[in-house]
């Protein structure tokens, strides 16, 4: 195994460890990935108990200590509180990457932004977009002349680093808005700097 590769495969497996040492109630780590991998997700508790299958109790004990430590924002919709991430807050941006790094996107969208082609921005989708942990990770790349059979090799790769399957679709900008006129929760991951 390649030094990159073993150097890979440990900081994963350091990845892992670490957030469940540091983080050992499950439904926290669920909650996490929620709220603060896509700051735009909304929830309740019912529809929490549905997507967890986690207890009620165990659900609405974290959620009041995520509120209490003001992680978490609440407010009212008819009889329901409905809680988001309080992207105010001065650790929003930390956990947020943590949680980035905990999935692995972080290194995925280093790998796929690099010798590409000319992509201008790089979109999360499906579940993950949603705030759901899941064994899929859905990507939209937006550009021009990208490098399919480079693309391919680096999802390979991709897929073995983070330990996940990786989907993709691939846009024109000029195909954007209608594709994001259909798709709920996009969560931009990055985007070129066009002042260069």
Not at 88 to 107: E, Q, T
Request: aromatic share 10%; net charge positive.
């Amino acid at each position: 195994m390649s030094n990159f590769a073993t150097h890979s495969v440990f900081i994963y497996i350091y990845k892992e460890i670490m957030i469940d040492t540091l983080v050992t109630s499950k439904t926290r780590v669920k909650l996490l990935l929620k709220f603060f991998l896509n700051y735009n997700t909304t929830s309740w508790l019912r529809d929490l108990e549905n997507e967890f299958g986690d207890s009620t109790n165990a659900i609405r004990l974290e959620l009041n200590r995520f509120e209490k430590a003001g992680m978490l924002d609440s407010f009212s919709k008819g009889n329901k509180k409905i809680y988001r991430a309080n992207t105010g807050h001065p650790l929003f941006n930390d956990i947020h990457n943590i949680i980035m790094k905990y999935v692995g996107i972080d290194r995925l969208v280093e790998k796929v932004i690099s010798n590409i082609g000319e992509l201008h921005s790089a979109y999360l989708t499906g579940d993950f977009a949603r705030g759901k942990d899941s064994p899929v990770v859905d990507l939209l790349l937006v550009g021009e002349n990208i490098d399919r059979v480079y693309l391919l090799k680096l999802v390979e790769k991709g897929e073995k680093m983070i330990s996940r399957k990786i989907r993709y679709i691939i846009l024109h900008q000029e195909e954007l808005k209608d594709y994001m006129d259909e798709v709920n929760n996009a969560l931009l991951l990055w985007q070129r700097d066009n002042k260069k």
